[in-house]
């Protein structure tokens, strides 16, 4: 391919992800910081009308002040573990706006404890946040998506939603849980005009490791090193927009050693096993 040819594609997907997200209402959970927050920050620039949701207004309050027009953007708070929130806030938020155009599923907590010490209010925690809360809010809003025939529903992952690792077993069970559920749905709506995108990031530096759940339910409260070193947040939000721009039904954002791993779960399984058995989250 010639050097104008490249140059040519290139304008094309920026133009494409400008377009894309013009005057479309964008609703981010979990956008109080990390991905999500990045997301909206990056989503702000392509003139989308951004809803901010995450139980902390004053880190909402924060996201929408960085956003290049916070009068295009609104805070909404919401608990993804309190099933008649989420009823209620989508309700409220389909009548205000009478659709949302997209929904990115965001929010969601991790785990470092060992199965055997993990108490199993940490399994339902995670499972409530991570995988019942999201497809809850992505089942309300799907009707008025089908009835538009226009709709598109991005949900962010994991690796571990791919291959499970040491002391995250809850975590990837959650994650795995998304995407059994999302490939199925995308299969049952396939010619509604309704897109189902998954996302699967590698480490992004975020406090997702800061936050995680240990065998009691406490946070963990430090920062894994990988995760220190992994993609910026920013980062992977310029590469996921212009990927859920092109209608990717699958999106893989991660590093050298995530991906790897991905390979060898599909190809080399007997060998992924003897590299992380007993491998500890550096």
Same mark, same amino acid.
């Given at each position: 391919?010639?050097?104008?040819?490249l140059?040519r594609n290139?304008?094309?997907?920026?133009?494409?992800?400008?377009?894309?997200y013009?005057?479309?209402?964008?609703?981010?959970?979990?956008?109080?910081?990390?991905i999500?927050?990045?997301m909206a920050i990056? #989503?702000?620039k392509?003139?989308?009308?951004?809803i901010?949701?995450?139980?902390?207004?004053?880190?909402?309050?924060?996201?929408?002040?960085? #956003?290049q027009?916070?009068?295009?953007?609104?805070?909404?708070?919401?608990?993804m573990?309190?099933?008649?929130?989420?009823d209620?806030?989508?309700?409220?938020?389909l009548?205000?706006?009478?659709?949302?155009?997209i929904l990115?599923?965001?929010?969601?907590?991790?785990q470092?404890?060992l199965?055997?010490?993990?108490?199993?209010?940490?399994?339902?925690?995670?499972?409530?946040?991570?995988?019942?809360?999201?497809?809850?809010?992505?089942?309300?809003?799907?009707?008025?998506?089908?009835?538009?025939?226009?709709?598109?529903?991005?949900?962010?992952?994991?690796?571990?939603?791919?291959?499970?690792?040491?002391m995250?077993?809850?975590?990837?069970?959650?994650?795995h849980?998304?995407?059994?559920?999302?490939?199925?749905?995308?299969?049952?709506i396939d010619?509604?005009?309704?897109?189902?995108?998954l996302?699967?990031?590698?480490?992004v530096?975020?406090?997702?490791?800061?936050?995680?759940l240990?065998?009691?339910g406490?946070?963990?409260?430090?920062m894994?090193?990988?995760?220190?070193k992994g993609?910026?947040?920013s980062?992977?939000?310029q590469?996921?927009?212009?990927?859920?721009?092109?209608g990717?039904?699958e999106?893989?954002?991660?590093?050298?050693i995530?991906s790897?791993?991905?390979?060898?779960?599909?190809?080399?399984?007997?060998v992924l096993?003897?590299?992380?058995a007993?491998?500890?989250?550096?």
């Amino acid at each position: 391919m010639s050097t104008f040819s490249l140059r040519r594609n290139t304008c094309y997907l920026k133009l494409k992800t400008l377009t894309y997200y013009k005057n479309k209402i964008v609703w981010i959970t979990g956008a109080s910081s990390g991905i999500g927050k990045a997301m909206a920050i990056e #989503l702000s620039k392509h003139g989308g009308y951004v809803i901010l949701t995450s139980r902390s207004k004053d880190k909402l309050e924060k996201t929408k002040a960085e #956003l290049q027009d916070p009068g295009q953007a609104e805070i909404v708070l919401l608990d993804m573990a309190d099933s008649d929130a989420i009823d209620s806030v989508t309700t409220n938020l389909l009548q205000k706006h009478g659709h949302i155009d997209i929904l990115i599923n965001n929010a969601g907590i991790s785990q470092r404890s060992l199965t055997l010490d993990t108490d199993m209010k940490v399994y339902h925690r995670l499972m409530n946040i991570n995988y019942f809360g999201v497809i809850q809010m992505s089942k309300l809003l799907l009707p008025s998506m089908v009835a538009k025939k226009s709709g598109h529903i991005v949900t962010i992952t994991s690796v571990n939603g791919k291959l499970g690792s040491y002391m995250k077993s809850g975590y990837a069970g959650s994650k795995h849980a998304l995407h059994g559920f999302f490939d199925s749905l995308r299969a049952e709506i396939d010619d509604s005009g309704v897109d189902i995108t998954l996302i699967t990031p590698g480490y992004v530096q975020t406090d997702i490791s800061m936050n995680a759940l240990t065998k009691d339910g406490t946070p963990q409260k430090s920062m894994d090193s990988n995760t220190a070193k992994g993609i910026p947040a920013s980062t992977f939000a310029q590469k996921a927009l212009r990927q859920i721009a092109k209608g990717k039904a699958e999106i893989i954002i991660a590093g050298g050693i995530e991906s790897l791993g991905l390979y060898l779960k599909r190809f080399l399984p007997g060998v992924l096993r003897k590299l992380t058995a007993g491998r500890k989250e550096a």
